[in-house]
């Protein structure tokens, strides 16, 4: 049995509006992009959706009592809960630099979360 999902694509600000057909689990149409990349935005978002994830960890004696991480690639939307718990669990101590590997594996997603900027240790 088809069915159909309409959506806006996000891939570029020119916002097209997207209608996948689907037969089950399976994409047997695509309409209303107007580049490539659009086509497998509506693909992926229909078969394998995903969204980058950013959040805060705790710092032990950071410049600032929080340090802003995100994922190296985008996480697979069933697994966001998972990785949000996990960045929530980890306390580091400063200093941090950009880009360092705050978990390595999210969540078993393969992924990593890692530090968006440096955090420099003050005190002791
Ligand atoms: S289909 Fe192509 S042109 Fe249209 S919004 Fe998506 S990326 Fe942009």
Known sequence: ??????FICTACPKGCMLTVTMEGDEVVKIEGYTCRLGKDYAFAETT???RMVASTVRVRHGLHPLLPVYTASAVPKPKIRAVLEAIREVELDAPVSMKDVVIENVADTG????ASRDMPRVGS
């Open 111 to 114: 992924i990593n979360v890692v």
């Open 1 to 6: 049995m088809e069915n159909e999902r309409q």
């Open 48 to 50: 394998d959706p995903r």
